[in-house]
């Protein structure tokens, strides 16, 4: 378990964490989402055990990061936003540099790095440079090197920065299977549709307050409580309009077009279902139905100001 309390971050005038709370379970993928500034890094650090908190604190398995900092780092994989790597270093030589530091017993150090290798997919790198690698390679090895002390959390600072559509294809798909082993993964973007569909749990960071925390889809609730209905017929919309106003659960009926309309609903799915099946025996020809989903960017725009500190 991830305990996060209270977690404040003050630098003289300027509040950069005001009282972060949250708490992760084994497996849990949480997506940290803010603009520029908005204080992900500040508070990833904190976690990480590198930046003092100004007030509050967070436990990882029950160690805290004030009082048991090194209990902390044993149990932790930081990926920072920006990185350097050695050179003249081959990546199989980088992988057991990190691994002597975290104290891996010399004789389990070779599986381990053909572990994190075949992870991370860098199996035919292991004798090449580190500066020959690419930069998507080059931001999984640093992953590789985040895993080498087989870490319960991982905290990934805008991971997929600076990577091609198919490396962050590829990147996600690692994430998922960190989860799937059981890790806490916190990744942090500024981009919410990035990683809503494979995050359990996203939180929202505006001028160092979380705005919403919590599944994606009790996001979108909570942000429009009412459903939208996306209704097409071939004719008589008009007259479809009138007849929608009267029915349960409609909210208001709106006339896009002389074939589209939209509805705005409150009922569940069971409703919306009785709600088809009245139209269709009112004999409305109805082309489509279906329920229009929030645009994820849309709903980060409203939640956050765009202001920066
Ligand atoms: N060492 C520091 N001294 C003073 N202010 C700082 C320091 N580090 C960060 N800040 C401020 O704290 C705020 C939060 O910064 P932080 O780096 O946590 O944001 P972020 O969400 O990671 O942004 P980005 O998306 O640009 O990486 C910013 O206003 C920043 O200027
Ligand atoms: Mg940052």
């Known amino acids: 378990m991830l305990e996060v309390k209270e977690l404040w971050k003050v630098y003289g005038p ?3 964490v005001k009282g972060v709370s949250f708490s992760l379970k084994p497996g849990d993928i949480f997506g940290f989402i803010g603009s520029n500034g908005a204080g992900k890094t500040t508070t990833i650090r904190m976690i990480s055990t590198l930046l003092e908190p100004t007030h509050g604190t967070a436990t990882i398995n029950g160690a805290d990061i004030i009082r048991d900092p090194m209990g902390v780092r044993r149990q932790i994989g930081y990926m920072p936003d920006f990185f350097g790597l050695y050179d003249d ?5 980088y992988l057991d540099f990190f691994a002597t530091i975290y104290e891996v017993p010399p004789k389990q150090r070779n599986s381990v790095i ?3 290798l075949e992870l991370t997919d ?3 790198k292991r004798d090449a440079f580190v500066q020959s690698l690419s930069r998507g390679m080059q931001q999984r090895l640093c992953l590789a090197r985040c895993l080498v002390h087989d870490p319960a959390l991982l905290l990934l600072d805008e991971p ?3 990577l091609d559509p198919r490396a962050r294809a590829e990147l996600k798909e690692l994430i998922i299977e960190l989860g799937r082993m059981g890790k806490i993964v916190i990744v942090s973007s500024h ?3 990035e990683l809503a569909d494979f995050c359990n749990c996203v939180g929202i960071i505006e001028r160092g307050e979380m705005l919403a925390f919590g599944p994606v ?4 609730r909570q942000i429009q409580p009412t459903r939208v209905l996306a209704i097409t017929v071939l004719d008589g919309a008009g007259e479809v309009r009138t007849r929608l106003a009267d029915m349960p659960h409609v909210l208001a009926a709106h006339l896009e077009d002389e074939h589209h309309l939209r509805v705005e609903f409150n009922g569940d ?4 279902s009785e709600l088809l099946a009245a139209l269709i025996q009112a004999n409305v020809r109805v082309v489509q139905f279906h329920e229009e989903h929030a645009n994820l960017e849309d709903v980060f725009m409203r939640l956050t100001t765009g202001a920066v500190q």
């Not at 270093?89 to 030589?93: A, D, L, P, T």
């Not at 889809?217 to 979108?220: F, G, H, P, R, T």
């Not at 799915?269 to 919306?272: C, F, I, K, L, V």
């Open 114 to 116: 053909d572990n994190v």
């Open 269 to 272: 799915h069971e409703q919306q």
């Open 191 to 193: 981009i919410l549709p």
């Open 122 to 124: 860098l199996t035919v």
């Open 14 to 16: 300027l509040t950069a």
């Open 217 to 220: 889809n009790q996001i979108l």
């Open 89 to 93: 270093v081959k990546v199989w030589e």
């Open 160 to 162: 997929a920065s600076g």
